[in-house]
């Protein structure tokens, strides 16, 4: 194989680039060095242009790029594999990237394999002009930066969009949001220790795992949140809660993974619980397992139970839960840090600050309940209750050494809390608290039957 070589060369004949967005790589795969050479000797002064000898190699260095490829132009008979195999993968690879075919031979049937296996954006036949070729990867980049653009508009549009949901879901179901963001705490501790890539859409169905309480009357979820004694049939209205938020957010682009995860994140391990059809085990969405070991993890410690009970809890209930994401999930109680009460001005607060008590009116109507994650909305209106009187300017936090590195913002997403029935610790369905801090429930709380 030969040495990779790149150049530097300004660009010409192209749109003016700005400093703010480097000029598109061109990448050139042939299996003879010679017209390699003359490749880049033809187009170094018009072009950045990366060249590999072989398919092996341009995949590798494919997979090593910082930023993927603009183009990727391919000769037709290589070694190894041929030029449509190669372009096959790029297309896995990095989808984005404008696919070209370059080779002497013209029968129709390579044609035809290019475009329909390779989704090849231009098959030019040897020799081709310099004039065609710059025609040509003028188009492709052209087409390059049509693509990317629409990406970014579309990746900002679910941004936003998601933005917008989680503020309404943290005003309709505080508790709820309040829960999803420590779950949210969780998740960033364990998914480093696995290996997967669309880290975004677990982080981003623990957001928008409640979001179903939207359709939920607000009696019906304090209720809930107030650990109280539920009728039939608000238990199955509360049941409905994973699929309600399934629906809504299915036919977002990009969002379909994520809704499967928060279909299933009440789907036990065992194949028991919500839904109910035959999916168990590793067939469950890797993120709904994550989710179903963290919102009971989080459950018990709203309850009060210090992390010996928690951990003595779940080992007996192993079945509902994958092993493995269980021992991460209790592995996380140790890196937990202590939190501290702080009592600050209303004039202070910060998004993701948490509650330690409730904030009643003047009056002694309950505002907001202790345990709630601060979101930029919430702030608004704590100021602005304060600034018509409505409440105290003090009000008092939960902090820790790593607050000030806390985000609840919206996930990345790649180039984007439970609530229902669970079984907790009888055969029977227990309702499920959703108060999102120690200070919202009771300390005496104790398990249904532990032993």
């Known amino acids: 194989m030969g040495v990779l070589q790149q150049e530097t060369h300004c660009s010409i004949g192209k749109p003016i680039m700005t400093t703010a967005m480097p000029p598109e790589n061109i990448l050139f795969v042939d299996d003879e060095p010679n017209v390699l050479s003359g490749i880049r000797r033809q187009l170094h002064k018009q072009y950045h242009v990366t060249t590999a000898e072989g398919p092996v190699q341009a995949l590798e260095i494919i997979k090593q790029a910082p930023r993927p490829f603009a183009i990727v132009v391919a000769d037709m008979r290589m070694p190894e594999m041929n030029g449509v195999q190669m372009l096959t993968q790029v297309a896995s690879l990095t989808p984005n990237s404008v696919r070209m075919m370059l ?97 975004w859409e677990i982080d981003l169905a623990a957001m928008l795992a409640p979001l179903g309480s939207v359709t939920i009357p607000r009696d019906l979820i304090i209720k809930q949140a107030n650990d109280e004694s539920l009728l039939a049939n608000e238990r199955q209205v509360l049941d409905s809660v994973p699929e309600v938020a399934h629906r809504l957010i299915q036919h977002i682009p990009r969002m379909g993974e994520v809704s499967q995860i928060i279909l299933y994140q009440n789907k036990n391990f065992d194949g028991s619980g919500f839904p109910a059809n035959d999916i168990k085990g590793q067939d469950i969405p890797l993120g709904a397992r994550l989710l179903r070991v963290l919102s009971d993890m989080i459950q018990l410690e709203d309850w009060g139970h210090p992390a010996t009970e928690v951990v003595s809890y779940m080992r007996k209930k192993a079945h509902l839960y994958d092993p493995h994401l269980l021992d991460l999930a209790l592995g996380t109680l140790a890196q937990e840090k202590p939190s501290v009460r702080k009592t600050i001005s209303v004039m202070d607060i910060r998004a993701s600050m948490i509650l330690a008590e409730d904030v009643c009116m003047r009056n002694g109507a309950l505002l907001i309940r202790s345990g709630q994650v601060i979101t930029n909305t919430l702030k608004e209106r704590l100021i602005n209750y304060f600034f018509t009187n409505r409440i105290n300017e003090e009000i008092t936090i939960l902090t820790t050494e790593s607050d000030e590195t806390k985000s609840t913002g919206t996930p990345e997403i790649e180039p984007p809390a439970q609530t229902g029935q669970t079984l907790l610790c009888d055969d029977s369905p227990v309702p499920e608290p959703t108060g999102n801090s120690l200070a919202s429930k009771p300390k005496t709380k104790t398990f249904r039957s532990i032993g």
């Open 103 to 199: 080779t002497g031979n013209a029968d129709q049937q390579t044609a035809i394999d290019a475009i329909n296996q390779g989704n090849i954006f231009r098959f030019l036949n040897k020799p081709c002009s310099p004039e065609q070729l710059s025609q040509a990867l003028n188009a492709g980049l052209k087409q390059y930066r049509l693509v990317t653009a629409e990406r970014e508009l579309l990746e900002q549009t679910l941004r936003g969009s998601i933005r917008i949901l989680t503020e309404i879901l943290s005003m309709v179901d505080p508790e709820g949001f309040g829960r999803s963001e420590r779950i949210r705490e969780k998740i960033k501790l364990i998914l480093p220790k696995l290996q997967i890539t669309k880290i």
